[in-house]
């Protein structure tokens, strides 16, 4: 099993020391490939395979697209095996499934595990063939290296999904310990920590309990349930996120910005600039551009925004669910578009809260069907919610919720005052600083749940 959230923060205390410890540029990086392929082993050693196999075809296809007379054989090389490795272990199922469900024929399925993080390190080595293929950067000849950047293991299995132009250089400069990094990214981890553990965990816990008994569940539960999933999810996944941030920086390397505050997006397209922004921004240059974008009228570029959406849903999961939840964010977005939804600097606060509250209400109706099982759920939970409310429900909810609402409430204020650029907490006086640090680690000790529990996005 991968460690949960605190197994890897004591991992990376070991991990430090030694790192900084060799001199070599050369043997750090072999050690810091090791460490990574140690923690994906952890989970299951044989599947080391795969990682192994994805990066050797990427690295040998690259190289031969700079010197043979077809580009685009190595290229369709490499996406045909990488593919074909993502569709047999996630997707090879599905479809016989569906096959079965419609035909008469009884295929069989295949018995397998889908490997975790498999679509985040598809996708980064990925990004590597096609910036060869255009030429916006040269094959790697350091095997070490380009292993290095496909499995380094902050990042490794939830992301962000970097890019080979802004990591690979990273490898090749000089670490030194720089104490002001060190500590910039201990806060991060930290803050990580804390939106998984404390708030994440333990509004999972009222989650499952909803979502696991439907039918005796209140419609007011049901509807809150769906509320505490989206920040459940939020803070589940840019927690990893802010941890493999800190991590990294602390040894020296940069990794791109995942989310930035997402809840508070005015529209649906401001919302996919600030969610889970490594993949989005890999989506739009590594498909929908080159499908056309937005330059071929208005048909066109609605189409391809659905196209994109709905491929990113199935991305996340071989069931219709996540399908119907990307085709949901097309048609928010092409209907933003199509209306002239657009951001604007000089909208009052009041129009500005409504746009973050319905942009909000959007998002939640959306996450309804990535947290349900499968359709028949989905439809169970929207028939649940619409039944109506009555006040004597909200009696038995206040001791349940009550600390679900805290949470959130504790996380949107502050995210509230980053968002609008209210209170900088780095130039507070440090009794007030720390006070605040201190605050969060003792939420950690007290309020998080350390039992195993990992990461929702290690399915994908």
């Known amino acids: 099993m991968l460690f949960n959230s605190l197994d890897y923060f004591l991992f990376l205390l070991f991990v430090l020391p030694t790192f900084f410890f060799l001199q070599k540029n050369e043997f750090r990086n072999v050690f ?7 923690f994906y082993g952890c989970w299951k050693p044989e599947y080391l395979a795969l990682i192994l196999f994805s990066t050797g075809i990427d690295y040998f296809s690259a ?18 095996s990488n593919f074909g490795l993502l569709f047999s272990f996630k997707y090879f199922n599905f479809f016989v499934e569906n096959i079965n469900h419609f035909t008469t ?14 679509s985040f390190y598809t996708f980064q080595t990925l990004s590597y063939t096609f910036d060869v293929y255009f030429g916006k950067l040269k094959a790697e000849r350091n095997f ?10 902050p990042q490794l299995v939830a992301g962000p999904i970097e890019r080979a132009t802004h990591l690979l250089p990273q490898f090749k400069e000089k670490k030194v310990f720089v104490p002001e990094r060190a500590v910039e990214g201990a806060k991060r981890i930290f803050w990580g920590l804390f939106k998984k553990v ?8 009222i989650v499952d309990k909803i979502f696991g008994n439907l039918a005796s569940a209140s419609s007011l539960e049901v509807l809150l349930a769906v509320y505490f999933f989206a ?3 939020y803070c589940d996944f840019s927690g990893y996120s802010d941890i493999a941030i800190g991590s990294a920086k602390i040894l020296g ?53 659905l196209t994109v959406f709905i491929l990113s849903g199935f991305w996340h999961g071989a069931n219709w669910t996540f399908v119907f939840w990307g085709f949901l964010h097309g048609v928010f ?66 001791k349940m919720f009550f600390g679900g609402i805290s949470l959130i409430a504790f996380l949107w204020f502050l995210e509230f005052l980053q968002e609008f650029e209210i209170v900088n907490l780095e130039q507070k006086p440090l009794v007030l600083r720390w006070s605040f640090y201190f605050l969060i680690f003792f939420a950690i000790l007290v309020f998080g749940k350390t039992q195993s529990s990992q990461f929702i996005y290690f399915q994908f």
């Open 105 to 118: 024929d009884n295929f069989n399925t295949l018995d397998i595990l889908l490997p975790v993080g498999i």
């Open 198 to 205: 404390v708030i994440a965990d333990n509004l999972a816990l």
């Open 63 to 80: 190289i031969k697209m700079e010197t043979a007379k077809s580009k685009k054989l190595w290229l369709s090389f490499s996406l045909i």
């Open 333 to 398: 977005n092409s209907a933003t578009r199509l209306v002239k939804i657009r951001k604007n600097s000089q909208k009052s606060l009041l129009q500005t809260f409504f746009s973050i509250f319905f942009t909000f209400q959007l998002v939640s109706f959306a996450w309804i069907f990535f947290r349900a099982k499968d359709l028949e759920q989905v439809f169970f939970v929207l028939e649940k919610i619409s039944c109506g409310f009555s006040f004597s429900q909200v009696s038995e909810l206040k």
């Open 32 to 38: 810091l490939l090791l460490v990574s392929y140690f």
């Open 231 to 233: 920040f459940q999810i």
């Open 253 to 305: 390397f940069d990794l791109m910005e995942n989310f930035k505050r997402p809840y508070f997006a005015v529209s649906i397209p401001d919302f996919w600039k600030r969610w889970h922004i490594s993949l989005s921004t890999w989506f739009k240059d590594y498909l929908y551009l080159p499908l056309g974008g937005n330059r071929k009228g208005e048909k066109k570029t609605v189409f391809n925004q």
């Open 144 to 153: 070490v290296t380009f292993a290095l950047y496909v499995s380094f293991f």
